[in-house]
C-alpha cells in the first residue's frame, strides 16, 4: 500500500510540480518586482513628508498615502483577492491564473514594503542627516548618499520579510485560482488525500524560504559599516 501511495505521490509531482513552479515563480517575480518599485517609492513619501527636515507643507500628503496604506493592509490577503477581482480583471483581462493573482499580491506587498522601508529610513540617525543638510547637500544627494546608504541593511532585510511573505500570500492565492504551489497543496494534498504531495510541498516552501532569509541576511551584513 505504501508503495502505491509512493508512486502515487510521485505522478502527481511529475506531472504538475513543474508547472507549479512556474506558476508560483510568475507570480512572485511580477509582485516581488513591482513591490520593489513601488514600494520603495511610497515608503520614501511615507518618509520625506512627515517632518519638516525635507518638504514644508506635506503633511496632508503623507496623512493621505498613510491611511491609504493602512486601509489595504487592514484587508486580509484573501478577501483583498476576492475584493480586487474587478479591478485584476480589468487589468489583465482575467480572473483566475498566476498573473491575474498576481495583481492582489503585488497591492499586498506594495504596501506592506512601503512601511518596512518607511521604517528602516526613520531608523537612521537625525545627527548624519543634519550634517549632511548643513554642508549645502540637495536633496537628491541626501537621500542618495546618505539616506539609502546608511538604511540599506534594514531595507535589505525588509525586502528579505517582503519575498518571504510573498510565499505565504502565493500559496493562498493559489486556493482562489491563481495556480502555483499552494493550489497543488490543495487540490491533492488535502482533497485527493495524497499526504505525499502535501508533505513534498511543505518542504520545498521551507527550502525555498530559508535559502531566501541566509541570502537577504548574508547581503545585509556585507552592507552593514
Do not use: W
Not at 503623507?62 to 477581482?85: D, E, G, H, M, Y
Not at 499586498?108 to 550634517?131: C, H, M, N, Q, Y
Amino acid at each position: 500500500m505504501n508503495s502505491e501511495l509512493i508512486e502515487s505521490t510521485i505522478n502527481i509531482l511529475r506531472n504538475e510540480f513543474v508547472k507549479s513552479i512556474y506558476e508560483t515563480a510568475l507570480m512572485i517575480g511580477i509582485s516581488f518586482s513591482l513591490s520593489l518599485i513601488f514600494g520603495l517609492a511610497l515608503g520614501f513619501v511615507l518618509y520625506l513628508t512627515s517632518g519638516k527636515t525635507f518638504f514644508e507643507k506635506t503633511i496632508s500628503l503623507n496623512k493621505t498615502v498613510s491611511a491609504f496604506i493602512n486601509i489595504i493592509r487592514s484587508i486580509p490577503f484573501i478577501i483583498l483577492v476576492v475584493f480586487s477581482l474587478p479591478l485584476t480583471f480589468i487589468l489583465v483581462g482575467t480572473k483566475i491564473g498566476p498573473i491575474a493573482a498576481s495583481v492582489p499580491l503585488s497591492i499586498a506587498a506594495i504596501v506592506f514594503f512601503a512601511r518596512l522601508v518607511e521604517s528602516a529610513l526613520k531608523e537612521v540617525d537625525a545627527g548624519v542627516i543634519e550634517a549632511a543638510i548643513a554642508t549645502g547637500a540637495s536633496h537628491f544627494l541626501i537621500i542618495k548618499n546618505v539616506l539609502l546608504v546608511e538604511a540599506a541593511p534594514a531595507i535589505v532585510r525588509g525586502i528579505t520579510i517582503t519575498f518571504i511573505n510573498l510565499i505565504g500570500c502565493s500559496a493562498m492565492a493559489g486556493m482562489v485560482g491563481g495556480g502555483g504551489i499552494g493550489n497543488l497543496a490543495i487540490q491533492y494534498g488535502y482533497y485527493r488525500y495524497e499526504t505525499g504531495v502535501m508533505i513534498f510541498t511543505i518542504v520545498v516552501l521551507v527550502v525555498i524560504v530559508q535559502l531566501a532569509q541566509l541570502t537577504g541576511d548574508r547581503i545585509a551584513k556585507l552592507l552593514t559599516h
